[in-house]
């Protein structure tokens, strides 16, 4: 074997953090080498000062590519190298088509032109090596999360590649595209592209990896090389959090009431083609004390049917119904929706949850000022006690309440975006991949407080593309698929299997 990558006692801070403390980590040439630890371990800081985000001298320790030592001044250096990284929060220009996007900076032209021919070709052939059917014309904004993902990666093969990495790929992806992004990853191992990836998702990495960096706390604690030993996802948590854990879920013990929360023929149209029905008349409903599961696959509309009942926040020609304790309610509006105590959180975190540049104690009580304030104005000591309260509670990992989110680790700015849904208090929480990029130690934190929050008498929604924890957190799972609801069914009864099956046998449209 040799080294392609070699990275020594790196030691980054930031004012009042140590994010990286003499860190070394070793890369094999064409192997698969997952990266892995809690929310705010440092990963996505190691990644990087490799890749010269943050440039050499601004770090300590050494870089050795391919045998020479690596002083990169910035991205366009380690690119150079060969040396993609593809960031955890996605990096596309929402306006712009899948073609203008992956020729970003490295345009097609001839004499100050752009070849459109040319280019939209070469984007064909790259959404081709990546199973991506869209039309280079499309615009990233029309694209799902995962799509968006997809063309990160084309972007990334349109350049020589020797080192891709990759920060969480496959949070925002489900089941089948998880699998077909790593099997082209194994694909390019065949061709002799190494790669770094991140994930939280274990049973990924025990299927790609060929050896394993754990982080914890800022430094390197472990490599595991699971060519020589089986590796067991056990043995990966605990070196990650440093202790065992043997449940996944928190006991619960459900107590079920009346209907709380109902949704009657809702029906949302698409906004650019409204004579696309999105959701397609959706009726369910949730008990108080319960949680209902939403499964489906990526596309079936469940974001949408949630945005949508949320304020009107997705969609146009929107008709159906909302009730809440058998009354209709207003949710015309986000504030209405708010008032009538339904709350949405949201997967995208970056547009929808959080004022970047604005602190952790800002962020917490956005949706319910009243919450801190004496009646007139902010109450300063009731805002920082609150925001110090869940930041103890949810674990979220930062040098203060003070520090702004932008500058968090992306699990924990997802906690942030949660501890502000739950400040509000709302008697209806709809939850949309709570644990998107959360750590094994602090799913179980947030699946705690979905239990809670049900056992305290609230109805609760889940929308998950994560089969095993729908299956674990829900009382009851409603099948979504191509907008329209396909099936019920209690979770006691409900398996990974059946899901699938009442998906299939509902058909595709089109
Ligand atoms: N620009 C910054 N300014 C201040 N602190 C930062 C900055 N970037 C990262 N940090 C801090 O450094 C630590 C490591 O963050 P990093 O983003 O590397 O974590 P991570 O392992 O990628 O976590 P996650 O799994 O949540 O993505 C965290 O405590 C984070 O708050
Ligand atoms: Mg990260």
């Given at each position: 074997m040799t080294t392609i990558l070699e990275m020594r006692n790196i030691t980054k801070t930031f004012p009042g953090v140590k994010?990286?403390?003499n860190v070394s980590m070793k890369v094999e040439a064409g192997e698969i080498h997952a990266l892995v630890g809690e929310n705010g371990a440092g990963k996505s800081t190691l990644m990087k000062v490799l890749s010269g985000v943050y440039p050499?001298?601004?770090?300590d320790g050494e870089i050795r590519f391919e045998g020479d030592e690596c002083k990169f001044a910035g991205i366009s250096d380690s690119e150079k190298r060969g040396i993609i990284i593809i960031h955890q929060e996605l990096a596309l220009?929402?306006?712009?088509s899948i073609a203008e996007n992956i020729f970003l900076g490295n345009e097609r032209a001839s004499g100050g032109v752009i070849d459109w021919g040319e280019t939209f070709g070469r984007t064909r052939e790259l959404l081709a090596k990546v199973g991506l059917k869209e039309?280079?014309?499309?615009?990233?904004?029309?694209?799902?999360l995962g799509k968006q993902q997809l063309v990160e990666i084309a972007k990334a093969l349109s350049k020589e590649v020797k080192l891709l990495i990759l920060d969480?790929?496959?949070?925002?992806?489900?089941e089948t595209d998880s699998q077909a992004l790593l099997d082209l990853l194994l694909e390019f191992k065949a061709r002799g592209i190494s790669s770094i990836l991140i994930s939280h998702k274990l049973n990924e990495i025990g299927r790609v990896a060929d050896a394993i960096t754990v982080l914890r706390d800022g430094s390197s604690v472990s490599t595991l090389d699971c060519r020589a030993n089986t590796i067991e996802e056990g043995d990966i948590i605990r070196d990650m959090v440093g202790r065992s854990m043997t449940d996944r879920f928190p006991p619960r013990d459900p107590k079920i009431g009346e209907v709380m929360f109902e949704v009657r023929n809702w029906t949302a149209h698409h906004p650019?083609?409204?004579?696309?029905?999105?959701?397609?008349?959706v009726s369910f409903n949730v008990r108080k004390g319960e949680v209902v599961g939403i499964a489906g696959l990526m596309g079936a509309g469940r974001t949408e049917l949630a945005m949508s009942v949320f304020g009107r926040s997705y969609g146009v020609g929107i008709s159906g119904e909302v009730l809440v304790n058998g009354q209709p309610v207003d949710v015309s509006t986000v504030g209405r929706a708010i008032d009538n105590g339904i709350c949405y959180v949201t997967e995208d975190r970056k547009t929808?949850?959080?004022?970047?540049?604005?602190?952790i104690r800002r962020n917490i009580p956005l949706a319910n000022l009243d919450g801190i304030?004496?009646?007139?104005?902010?109450d300063d000591h009731r805002e920082l006690a609150v925001a110090r309260d869940y930041r103890d509670r949810l674990r979220i990992?930062?040098?203060?309440?003070?520090?702004?989110?932008?500058?968090?680790s992306g699990g924990n700015q997802q906690k942030v975006v949660l501890a502000k849904w739950l400040f509000a208090e709302p008697d209806v929480l709809i939850l949309d991949?709570?644990?998107?990029?959360?750590d094994v130690g602090a799913k179980y934190e947030i699946y705690a407080i979905i239990a809670e929050l049900a056992a305290s008498g609230r109805a609760v929604v889940v929308i998950s593309s994560e089969m095993p924890e729908l299956l674990g957190v829900s009382d009851r799972i409603y099948v979504m698929n191509e907008g329209r609801f396909v099936g019920e069914l209690p979770a006691a009864d409900a398996s990974q299997e059946k899901i699938m099956s009442m998906i299939i046998r509902s058909g595709h449209r089109n």
């Open positions: 994010a990286l403390d050499h001298g601004s770090y220009v929402p306006l712009l039309a280079p014309q499309t615009r990233i904004t029309d694209l799902g969480e790929p496959t949070s925002s992806l489900n650019l083609h409204s004579d696309r029905k999105v959701v397609d008349n929808y949850g959080l004022v970047l540049d604005e602190t304030s004496n009646g007139i104005v902010v990992k930062s040098s203060s309440v003070a520090q702004e989110a932008v500058n968090l991949e709570p644990t998107r990029g959360i």
